[in-house]
């Protein structure tokens, strides 16, 4: 069975950082891209970033609202997503969903279950 | 960037009733188009990928059809189950976008 489970959300200042992990099993975690969706409260979805499978150099890419503060990485040998948050406004809060991308068609076929990340002073 | 436009953003239907939702993209996207369903407080679940491939283990009562600019998401005989709120997703072109969502309730 593929399971998504993120950790390491909650509570966080303006301006502080944030690491989220999304652990992984039931696949083979390095054939697959990984993306990270956003959800505001009470908002509709938002696409954050995804980063490639090795074979593809692990080239990430990112939404605007988030570029030069957001990092995705991968663990291959872990099976683990990050995602790395910095520089943090209190317009990031959301929950934060990590899913399975499938390649060529990208769509998003699996799902954590997300994590809260609010950002208040 | 490509955006999503979905209609109607809300609707009201009965059990059984047919129901039709559509999304448009603002340019050609050939068939990278997904649906995506979510209930109240869970993460949204796939539904169609590629504009018409139903997703396993979803009902068939879901289908999906378009290409280019304009995609529909039909579910033929509305269940309970299916009160919701229901999203559209290019993937043809990063950024990704969503369309706002289309929720569905029970008239």
């Known amino acids: 069975e593929v399971q998504l489970v993120e950790s390491g959300g909650g509570l966080v200042q303006p301006g502080r950082s944030l690491r989220v992990s999304c652990t992984t099993s039931?696949?083979?975690?390095?054939?697959?891209?990984m993306s990270w969706v956003r959800q505001a409260p009470g908002k509709g979805l938002q696409w954050v970033g995804f980063?490639?499978?090795?074979?593809?150099?692990?080239?990430?890419e990112y939404a605007a609202s988030v570029k030069g503060r957001f990092t995705i990485s991968r663990d291959d040998s872990k099976s683990i997503a990050y995602l790395q948050m910095n520089s943090l406004k209190t317009e990031d809060t959301a929950v934060y969903y990590c899913?399975?991308?499938?390649?060529?068609?990208?769509?998003?076929?699996?799902w954590g279950q997300g994590a809260l990340v609010t950002v208040s002073s | 960037d490509i955006q999503m436009t979905q209609s109607p953003s809300s609707l009201s239907a009965s059990v059984g009733d047919r129901v039709t939702i559509t999304c448009r993209a603002s340019?050609?996207?050939?068939?990278?188009l997904n649906w995506y369903q979510q209930m109240p407080g869970k993460a949204p679940n796939l539904l169609i990928y590629?504009?018409?491939s139903l997703q396993s283990g979803v009902p068939s009562r879901f289908s999906g059809s378009g290409a280019g600019t304009d995609f529909t998401l039909t579910i033929s005989s509305l269940q309970p189950e299916d009160f919701a709120t229901y999203y559209c997703?290019?993937?043809?072109?990063?950024?990704?976008?969503f369309g706002q969502g289309t929720t569905v309730e029970i008239k």
């Open positions: 899913t399975r991308t499938v390649p060529t068609i990208f769509a998003f076929d699996h």
């Open positions: 039931g696949f083979t975690f390095g054939d697959y891209p």
């Open positions: 980063i490639r499978t090795k074979g593809y150099g692990e080239k990430a």
């Open positions: 340019q050609s996207i050939s068939r990278y």
């Open positions: 590629a504009a018409s």
């Open positions: 997703q290019q993937t043809s072109t990063t950024p990704w976008t």
